[in-house]
């Protein structure tokens, strides 16, 4: 992911990652290392993405957010809710972890 995860990326982010889970087996891992920005709206996101993926046994993990993301998770409790990874499994091992924009670049 990259950009803002805000109100005004909510849906078109709602929607890639609803898709991307179609195509999970029994892992999402999120990179949030290029995500700048996250509010309320953002979070809502990932926690109904996050029951979504429950809900088809997938389990939806966030790896590498930047301080401010990372700040977010911690004072909601969040970064308890998910698993978290340090670094982006698959990273530089040719196995490939997808990417899921936000943002304005998303909409092209």
């Known amino acids: 992911m990259r950009g803002e995860l805000d ?3 909510r849906e078109a982010v ?7 889970l179609q195509h999970s087996v029994s892992l999402l891992i999120l990179d949030l290392s290029r995500v700048s ?3 309320a709206a953002g979070l809502g996101v990932l926690v109904g993405v996050q029951h979504q993926a429950r809900t088809l046994d997938i389990a939806l993990g966030l ?3 930047r301080l401010h993301v990372a ?7 969040l970064d308890r809710s998910f698993p978290m990874y340090g670094t982006t499994p698959g990273r530089g091992t040719g196995v490939s972890t997808g ?3 936000s943002g304005p670049a998303a909409a092209r």
């Open 7 to 9: 109100l005004a990326a």
């Open 71 to 77: 700040k977010v998770l911690r004072l909601t409790g």
């Open 14 to 20: 709602r929607a890639r990652l609803l898709r991307a």
């Open 99 to 101: 990417r899921i924009q």
């Open 37 to 39: 920005f996250c509010d």
């Open 63 to 65: 790896a590498t957010p």
